[in-house]
């Protein structure tokens, strides 16, 4: 039952993993979209909306990762 249980879990944090990033695409996307209407677009502003964009998807991705732990243990 341990082995399956922890099949499980890894499956869920491979599924959270894919979702984060399918959304934290979707809102790098609009966001870029909005700079080049709103902002005069340079490198800069995509570096300035990239640096956040990593920050929050390592950040959810560790967060992932604890609660696996701590359901395993």
Known sequence: ?????LSIVELV???NKIV????GLLVLLT???????????????LLILLI???ALMYWMIQVTEDI???IIS
């Open 68 to 70: 696996k732990d701590k």
């Open 1 to 5: 039952m341990k082995n399956q249980d």
């Open 13 to 15: 944090s491979k599924r």
């Open 31 to 45: 966001a870029l979209s909005f700079a080049r209407y709103f902002l005069n677009f340079s490198i800069l502003y």
């Open 20 to 23: 984060y990033t399918i959304c």
């Open 52 to 54: 956040p964009f990593f």
